[in-house]
């Protein structure tokens, strides 16, 4: 644990993970986990750099562009930014979480904070999870006790193959229990994974069971055959109306295909747009 911050603390090189097996992994372009009390700060993983992960392993993945996992311990992640590529090809296992800064926040003992922090790189995931995926621009599952606040991301974010189980992937947040505040999303956000469980996607977070507040999302949400989609998200719940609270939307969503052309003029199955304009 401690502090890891400078004046610019960069990665420009590729992080790979190949063939994991064993136990379970975590892989950040900054840091791998987190396991003790920790602030990243001024902490930024570069357009050069690529954080990829590849093989089989039979237990849970976490993959991010600053932080792969963290304990149930305090953390800070203050004017952090990502923008790297993400990848996940030809891999398997079994739960993976998979986000722009974080994959996983655990842990409800402790408070942890993500702020002023962005991504602009883009999140692919082609694999096959055993069991769930939680995808999100910043986060890929973040659990109680967390603070997350003036977060942007501006990555697309594409998930394929196949889940048994659950899909969640949101602009901001795959799947989260905590508060979103004033942040922004403008994204191609795209989904054609399969699952057995329920597919949710949202452009500011898939499922969440806290409030979204002062938040925007502008995005072209493409989810075919997918019945779960909301431009803020297409899951919330909560003990606390409402759960969403003066944020704005715009762009467009599809949910189906129809006969046209594609870009060079062919007949094509193309997406049904549908189109929103900004409201709040």
């Keep these: 644990g401690g502090e890891l911050t400078g004046t610019r603390l960069n990665n420009y090189g590729t992080v790979t993970l190949n063939h994991a097996t064993g136990t379970d992994t ?11 009390k920790t602030v990243l700060s001024n902490c930024h993983n570069n357009s050069t750099a690529t954080v990829s992960v590849s093989g089989d392993t039979p237990n849970d993945t976490s993959v991010a562009g600053i932080c792969g996992y963290v304990s149930n311990v305090a953390l800070t992640i203050d004017r952090c930014s990502n923008a790297a590529r ?15 800064i974080v994959g996983y926040l655990n842990g409800t003992g402790y408070d942890k904070e993500i702020k002023n922090t962005s991504n602009s790189g883009t999140l692919y995931y082609n694999a096959v999870a055993s ?13 109680a006790l967390t603070t ?10 594409e998930a394929a193959n196949n889940v048994t189980g659950d899909v969640k992937v949101g602009g901001i947040a795959g799947s989260s229990a905590v508060d979103i505040t004033n942040s922004f999303v403008k994204s191609n956000i795209t989904t054609t994974a399969t699952a057995t469980g329920s597919r949710y996607v949202g452009g500011i977070t898939a499922d969440s069971s806290k409030k979204t507040t002062n938040c925007t999302a502008y995005c072209a949400i493409k989810a075919i055959g997918y019945t779960n989609v909301g431009m ?10 409402p759960t969403v609270e003066n944020c704005n939307v715009g762009g467009k969503i599809a949910l189906a295909e129809v006969k046209g ?13 549908y189109i929103l304009d900004n409201t709040s």
């Design 26 to 36: 975590h892989h950040g372009g900054i840091i791998g986990s987190v396991y003790a």
């Design 86 to 100: 993400i990848e996940a090809n030809e891999f398997s296992g079994k739960q993976i979480f998979f986000g722009g």
């Design 131 to 143: 069991n769930n995926l939680r995808m999100g621009g910043i986060v890929g599952y973040a659990k």
């Design 148 to 157: 997350m606040d003036n977060l942007i991301n501006t990555g697309d974010i």
């Design 232 to 241: 803020i998200s297409s899951k919330a719940y909560s003990s606390t109306a």
């Design 261 to 273: 052309e594609d870009a060079n003029g062919d007949e094509a199955w193309v997406p049904e747009w």
